[in-house]
């Protein structure tokens, strides 16, 4: 398992001793965890939060033997905040403890548990002379059984699996996808197209490789306006490479058409399609030029439809 919270010793000075670590990445090939960061089953924000809320749950061990246990408590809760992205800082301990219910169930004992770590929190935070006890005690007990510190490390450990396990076993990232436009895609890939600005031009290419087939919003018009300024990174590219003149031509003559038919750029794209195609067995010099290009199939394979319809 990618996250491992049992491994090294730390010592408890309250009444026991417990294996507890931080958070560690192992192997890749291995790691489903690892792996939903890097697959379409979390969005950039999404993933960012989530490294973040680990982050906050690593700076909770602060050293070996020497736990600072006021920090610790205080830097979980904030795990806890950015796990469940808690936005109004009036309700966040009402925003934790419906997270918890979701990823773990309900029981009076998880919720009683929140409510006390939260105290503990806020008497750390506010500078009470008299600090609640680090040691959770069940509401009909007279003596605490568990350290808040390893119970808050445990709940927060599976909710995370539990949030990655809902990803990866539910694909969600097509929907997210589909509430974009290909206008809005056209817009973004065109700012930073005529800007050149070549920082951002990942993110225009990934715009185009994601260009729906089935969308109609962006015009014939905006479809031509598009090629003229993507193509000529394609042909760039392709230029580096032998053995694709006829890609080249072909991509070149969709650049430099003029006219008001665009039945005839049509079958320009066709013919672009014809001559433009690879797969796998296509050596392509890098992964780049193989992004790229996937974009540029795909925009040429979309705009000889578009340019087809009825629709203006």
Same mark, same amino acid.
Request: net charge positive; aromatic share 14%.
């Given at each position: 398992?990618?996250?491992?919270?049992?491994?090294?010793d730390?010592?408890?000075p309250?009444?026991?001793?417990?294996?507890?670590?931080?958070?560690?990445?192992?192997?890749?090939?291995?790691n489903?965890?690892l792996?939903?960061?890097?697959?379409?089953h979390l969005?950039e924000?999404e993933?960012k #939060?989530? *490294?973040?809320a680990?982050e906050?749950?690593?700076?909770?061990?602060? !050293?070996? /033997?020497? *736990?600072?246990?006021?920090?610790? =408590? =205080?830097?979980?809760?904030?795990?806890?905040e950015?796990?469940?992205?808690?936005?109004d800082?009036?309700n966040?301990?009402?925003q =934790?403890?419906?997270?918890?219910?979701?990823?773990?169930?309900?029981?009076?004992?998880? !919720?009683?548990?929140?409510?006390?770590?939260?105290k503990?929190?806020?008497?750390?935070?506010?500078?009470d002379t008299?600090?609640?006890?680090?040691?959770?005690?069940h509401?009909?007990?007279?003596?605490g059984?568990?350290?808040?510190l390893?119970?808050?490390?445990?709940?927060?450990? #599976?909710c995370?699996?539990a949030f990655?396990?809902?990803?990866?076993?539910?694909?969600?990232?097509?929907?997210?996808?589909? *509430?974009?436009?290909?206008?809005?895609?056209?817009?973004?890939?065109k700012?930073?197209?005529v800007a050149?600005?070549?920082?951002? *031009?990942?993110?225009?290419? #990934?715009?185009?490789?994601?260009?729906?087939?089935?969308?109609?919003s962006?015009?014939?018009k905006?479809?031509?306006?598009?090629?003229?300024?993507?193509?000529?990174?394609l042909?760039?590219d392709?230029?580096?490479?032998?053995?694709r003149? $006829?890609?080249i031509?072909?991509?070149?003559?969709?650049?430099?058409?003029?006219g008001?038919?665009?039945d005839?750029?049509?079958?320009? /794209?066709?013919?672009?399609?014809?001559?433009? /195609?690879?797969?796998?067995?296509v050596? =392509?010099? $890098?992964?780049?030029?193989?992004?790229?290009?996937n974009?540029?199939y795909?925009?040429?394979?979309?705009?000889?439809?578009?340019?087809? !319809?009825?629709?203006?």
């Open positions: 398992m990618i996250f491992r919270t049992m491994k090294d730390i010592k408890n309250f009444s026991f001793y417990y294996n507890i670590s931080s958070l560690t990445v192992g192997n890749l090939d291995d489903k965890y792996q939903n960061f890097y697959s379409n969005k924000k993933a #939060r989530l *490294l973040k680990m906050w749950f690593n700076r909770s061990f602060a !050293t070996t /033997y020497e *736990l600072d246990y006021a920090d610790a =408590v =205080v830097h979980l809760v904030t795990a806890f950015a796990l469940f992205k808690v936005e800082e009036r966040n301990k009402a =934790v403890k419906s997270g918890l219910i979701q990823f773990l169930g309900e029981s009076p004992e998880l !919720t009683d548990w929140a409510n006390k770590f939260y503990l929190r806020n008497d750390i935070v506010h500078g008299e600090l609640s006890p680090f040691l959770f005690r509401s009909r007990g007279t003596k059984h568990r350290h808040h390893l119970l808050a490390r445990k709940i927060f450990s #599976r995370l699996e990655l396990n809902l990803r990866a076993s539910s694909l969600t990232y097509d929907i997210h996808e589909e *509430l974009i436009s290909n206008e809005i895609r056209f817009k973004e890939a700012k930073i197209l050149n600005a070549k920082s951002k *031009l990942q993110f225009a290419f #990934r715009s185009i490789s994601e260009i729906k087939h089935d969308d109609f962006m015009t014939k905006q479809t031509e306006e598009l090629g003229k300024l993507f193509l000529p990174y042909l760039e392709l230029r580096n490479e032998k053995n003149q $006829n890609a031509e072909a991509l070149d003559g969709i650049r430099n058409w003029s008001s038919d665009y005839e750029l049509a079958l320009l /794209y066709e013919k672009g399609i014809d001559e433009f /195609y690879f797969d796998d067995t050596a =392509v010099p $890098n992964e780049q030029s193989r992004f790229l290009r974009a540029g795909n925009f040429v394979r979309f705009a000889l439809g578009r340019l087809l !319809t009825f629709r203006e």
